[in-house]
């Protein structure tokens, strides 16, 4: 490990003594009690059930949920991919959905570049730990995509169409996470690309789901 990774290593999971939400005092948590108290879980998280193709989100997009995912995406508070992984994991467990890979949505380099990470791979990375199980880095994207909060729903698909490729085979079951599921564009086109080589189950999860 070179020495500028370790640094970064460091910075991004110091432990914070404060909550990054309210600012109170913590125990090595990133949020706190109080404020993950406020997390709204979604009641009925199975959003869409097709054949091996399974969609759910967790929480609902908003408050607390939406103040953390804005800090991981766009302030760079890295450390919190633990706390999201933390609740896939509880998720994962008390909904009994057995995954023999775990992946995650992949952005094109320049996409990368410009964020500086892939906020999903973060999360999908420690979920890959907590449950032992291989991360699957071959999913790419291989096209530039316009932003899709830009776009309508239609104008989303048409965006999104045969942008991600998966070359090899898949035996078994995966696991695909996500941060924000909006209108489902980028997840069925996910999901439809891996299931023309995964022959097992297709479990997409959204941390989150935006309602308006
Ligand atoms: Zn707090």
Do not use: W
């Amino acid at each position: 490990m070179k020495l500028s990774s370790v640094t970064n290593v460091i910075i991004d999971f110091i432990f914070p003594p404060f909550c990054i939400l309210c600012g109170k005092e913590t125990d090595k948590e990133y949020i706190c009690t109080e404020c993950k108290n406020k997390i709204r879980y979604i009641e009925y998280p199975l959003i869409e059930h097709d054949g091996r193709k399974f969609y759910y989100a967790i929480t609902y997009y908003e408050d607390v949920i939406e103040k953390a995912i804005q800090k991981f995406k766009f302030g760079g508070v890295k450390a919190l991919s633990i706390t999201f992984a933390d609740i896939f994991s509880e998720f994962i467990k008390n909904n009994n959905l057995p995954f023999d890979y775990v992946a995650y949505i992949p952005m094109t380099r320049r996409e990368t570049l410009r964020r500086g990470f892939n906020q999903t791979y973060l999360i999908a990375r420690e979920i890959s730990k907590a449950f032992n199980k291989p991360l699957i880095r071959d999913i790419k994207k291989i096209k530039e995509t316009k932003k899709q909060v830009e776009l309508s729903r239609r104008e989303r698909e048409v965006n999104l169409k045969n942008v991600f490729k998966l070359s090899n085979e898949i035996s078994g079951d995966l696991l695909i996470v996500d941060d924000v599921y909006t209108t489902g564009s980028t997840a069925r086109e996910i999901v439809k690309t891996a299931s023309k080589k995964c022959k097992g189950n297709i479990i997409f999860i959204s941390l989150s789901r935006r309602v308006s």
